[in-house]
């Protein structure tokens, strides 16, 4: 109409044999000698492929477990949903975000210049691929680290800068906490982002509970530690719960040996009444008859993934962006189980090549053990059942090796055929990491349970947390009596007998200095014998990383009542042996002096 070139229009084209081609077309006219159009020339390339290949990976890199972005001319032109709750904002807020602006907001001072180096070394071309690791800071005010992987990629035909960025932050913790072994077992723990517990059936009480509970849950510690099963069931949504007793009596009766185990999703209550998505990892340990004598679980909040799937399922065209580059191996499986597609992730995590691995069935490369339960999820996701979102197995590496794989999955349709997309993470070093520090506290543990010496944990409030049964003997009074009171309500006495003011106590210069309180004497109370015992007390604070102030105190006291009193004893029988000694002096003088008298009387 115009006459003028056109380019890059994008049309689709039916064949007569039913099939749908996708074409790119650059129109330009021809003139005759009098400047009339006499023709119009078309140039047409079939881009379906490409088309195919955008419409794969668009929703998996909206949906991915890492945070995505692109940048060209110093500017965000593309960030994903990940990457935006990674930084805690929208993102609309990171889209046209200047790399300068960006850093100075979201990352931490001592790393600014780090991540300017690494990005102008990519834009300048002096390195084609970097990778480096800072530190996060959140719009919350949270530090989190991140490893970073910068590439050169093409973008609506022009470079562009592409960032992927990985939440490394548990890993450190997980590092750090396996250096840190020998501390409390459950001072790892807390710091997870897992409800970590473990009921005892038989009391029907919880031994212990990890302190996010207080974030998933209506109660505090104290509260959710007093409960007792059928109590925790009844926060658990009325529509889950009769698959949950069915998931634990089937897994009873399935059991081998004195465990039993199984994976569930079910919703809980939170504290504002709401329900909230959860994925238990329960064990059941069993006695000889075959009855649940305790469980110990982990209660992960997936509410965020769940949401993630449904947007998945509902999301239309969006933008799209290579997938390569994942850190995690990516496969698409069809309904016949065979692989379609594979990355080059997957490909160095199991040694296998792209070729090796497509057209040949996913189950070929599952651990025995797992092909069972694996081929019953898949089948009930291919089906619309309700399937598990998330779930771990182990593949076998073309060295043999057993890789312990972490993955997700959802279904989709491409291609015209449904099928499942599958995101897989390597968690080997993972499991092995916390199968040492199990190991580990095993033994901390053990020998907490058997010392001779009494140990009692404090909060910084000074409230006493728990305690050893050493310390029971000691004190005479069980943990009963003594979880949960405060130091403030205790009396303790000197050596001299004057009462000890409580800001004296061992562990309350020990909280409020931060520093260890060695060897202080002081008497107690023991209401068994209705006397006082002799305590040598050692207090010591507890930091958590990066902060000053003890979150809490260990305090450890040996009992030195016998050797006081063979302290006295022998100071009563030394003061004996004086007076006995000038008894005899005195004797001694005054007969000396009555005879020299009398001698000379006698003259």
């Not at 309500?489 to 003011?501: C, N, P, Q």
Request: hydrophobic content about 35%.
């Amino acid at each position: 109409d115009h006459g003028e070139r056109t380019f890059n229009l994008v049309g689709v084209l039916g064949r007569p044999d039913g099939a749908v081609r996708h074409l790119n077309a650059n129109v330009a006219p021809l003139r005759a000698a009098d400047g009339t159009i006499s023709h119009v020339v078309f140039a047409m390339n079939d881009v379906t492929a490409r088309v195919h290949a955008e419409e794969a990976y668009r929703v998996l890199v909206e949906d991915s477990l890492q945070g995505f972005c692109l940048v060209q001319n110093d500017a965000v032109v593309y960030a994903n949903p990940a990457l935006a709750r990674m930084f805690d904002c929208g993102v609309d807020e990171l889209l046209g975000l200047n790399v300068a602006d960006g850093v100075e907001m979201f990352v931490h001072p001592a790393d600014q210049s780090k991540f300017i180096e690494a990005f102008d070394g990519l834009a300048s071309g002096r390195l084609p691929r970097h990778r480096f690791e800072w530190r996060l800071q959140r719009r919350d005010g949270a530090t989190r680290y991140v490893e970073t992987y910068l590439s050169i990629v093409l973008y609506e035909g022009r470079p562009a800068i592409q960032f992927i960025d990985l939440d490394i932050t548990e890993r450190r913790e997980a590092e750090h906490a396996l250096r840190e072994a020998e501390q409390r077992f459950n001072e790892a723990l807390d710091t997870s982002r897992h409800i970590l517990f473990r009921l005892n059936m038989r009391e029907n009480r919880h031994n212990y509970v990890s302190r996010y509970v207080e974030t998933l849950s209506p109660y505090s510690r104290e509260e959710f530690l007093a409960k007792g099963f059928e109590e925790i069931l009844e926060d658990i949504h009325p529509d889950d719960l009769p698959r949950l007793q069915r998931s634990m009596k089937r897994a009873v009766e399935n059991a081998e040996g004195r465990t039993a185990s199984l994976t569930i999703e079910v919703r809980w209550r939170t504290k504002d009444g709401s329900y909230l998505w959860t994925s238990e990892a329960l064990t059941l340990l069993l006695d000889e008859n075959g009855a649940i004598e305790a469980v110990v679980g982990s209660v992960h909040d997936i509410e965020e993934h769940k949401r993630a799937e449904q947007a998945l399922r509902e999301s239309e065209e969006k933008y799209a962006t290579l997938i390569e580059n994942s850190i995690d191996g990516v496969v698409l499986i069809n309904k016949d189980k065979n692989i379609i597609f594979v990355n080059s992730s997957l490909c160095k995590m199991t040694g296998y090549s792209v070729e090796e691995l497509e057209n040949t069935s996913f189950m070929n490369y599952i651990a025995e053990e797992y092909k069972t339960a694996l081929s019953g999820v898949f089948n009930k996701r291919l089906s619309g059942e309700p399937a598990p979102a998330n779930y771990e197995f182990q593949v076998i590496a073309r060295d043999g090796r057993r890789i312990d794989i972490e993955a997700s999955a959802t279904l989709i349709q491409y291609r015209g055929d449904p099928v499942v997309i599958s995101i897989l993470r390597d968690i080997t070093e993972r499991k092995l990491s916390q199968k040492l520090i199990e190991e580990s506290e095993k033994i901390y543990h053990s020998l907490y349970q058997t010392m001779s010496q009494g140990v009692i944990y404090l909060d910084d409030k000074g409230t006493m947390l728990s305690m050893n049964p050493a310390a029971e003997e000691i004190l005479g009074r069980n943990e009963k009596q003594i979880i949960g009171t405060n130091y403030r309500d205790e009396t303790a006495i000197r050596e001299d007998y004057s009462e000890i003011k409580h800001q004296d106590y061992p562990a309350a210069i020990a909280l409020k200095e931060g520093k260890t309180v060695r060897n202080k004497i002081i008497g107690v109370p023991n209401p068994k014998e209705g006397t006082y015992r002799w305590l040598s007390i050692t207090a010591v604070p507890q930091f958590r990383p990066g902060e000053e102030k003890p979150f809490q105190v260990i305090a450890t006291f040996t009992d030195i009542t016998e050797l006081k009193k063979a302290q006295s004893e022998a100071i009563e029988a030394e003061s004996l042996r004086q007076m006995d000694n000038a008894r005899s002096e005195l004797l001694s003088n005054v007969s000396h002096e009555l005879r020299t008298p009398l001698a000379a009387i006698k003259g």
